[in-house]
């Protein structure tokens, strides 16, 4: 492909400092994503997938972890980044969904009222027009009446369903980058929600 890449990681190194002492947890991962690439890590388990995800959006405390190499996205290197930019780098331009849904689910809200302030923070709508995509989002998801799952919160909802939510969380700021973490049963449906994108 000729055209750059729109996420190219080179050399990653990710060492945590513990009280065991330090652990290497990714040592010289290399990946290139194309624009409208699909792009799949395997390995087994503990060999440092979702540190690797979670090292491209720095979401580890920075005290205890270092991270050398480079994460080049859109021509910059993310590890060169203040945490302010990296912020919005998070809301805005790469958005990870994860293993555990309840991790990224507010308990005391409902779904709907995190899926519009999601969108609200970072797409200048009305509420009405939130409320709108809000619902759209659900349906693109799978989720059957979305307009009365917009009302329920995270602990009424399946497994499944807290996991089409999160889908929607994730896609509600239209990503160039969407990082799942092994969200198995609903990985088909990541998959229609990304080629809509
Ligand atoms: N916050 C952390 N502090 C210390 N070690 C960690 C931390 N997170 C993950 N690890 C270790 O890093 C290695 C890679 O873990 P992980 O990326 O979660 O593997 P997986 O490929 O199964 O997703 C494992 O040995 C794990 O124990
Ligand atoms: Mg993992």
Not at 45 to 70: H, M, N, P, Q, W
Not at 103 to 120: F, K
Request: aromatic share 4%; charged share 25%; net charge negative.
């Amino acid at each position: 492909m000729s055209r750059a890449p729109l996420l190219e990681v080179k050399n990653l190194v990710t060492t945590f400092a513990t009280d065991d002492g330090t652990v290497h947890a990714v040592d010289g991962v290399s990946l290139q994503i194309y624009p409208e690439e699909t792009v799949g890590i395997v390995g087994e388990s503990g060999c440092g997938k979702s540190v690797t995800a979670e090292s491209i959006l720095r979401l580890f405390d920075e005290t205890t972890t270092r991270y050398d190499g480079e994460i080049r996205f859109a021509g910059q290197d993310l590890l060169q980044l203040s945490e302010e930019k990296m912020r919005a780098v998070r809301g805005n331009d790469i958005s990870i969904i994860f293993q555990d849904p309840m991790s990224s689910l507010n308990p005391v809200y409902t779904i709907g009222d995190q899926i519009m302030e999601a969108i609200t923070l970072h797409q200048q709508v009305s509420s009405r027009q939130a409320r709108d995509r809000a619902v759209e989002l659900l349906r693109l998801t799978g989720i059957s009446d979305p307009e009365k799952r917009l009302r329920t919160y995270p602990h009424e909802l399946s497994g499944g369903m807290r996991q089409r939510v999160m889908i929607a969380l994730a896609l509600s700021c239209e990503p160039q980058l969407l990082i799942a973490d092994e969200p198995t049963t609903a990985l088909d449906v990541t998959i229609q929600a990304r080629s809509w994108s």
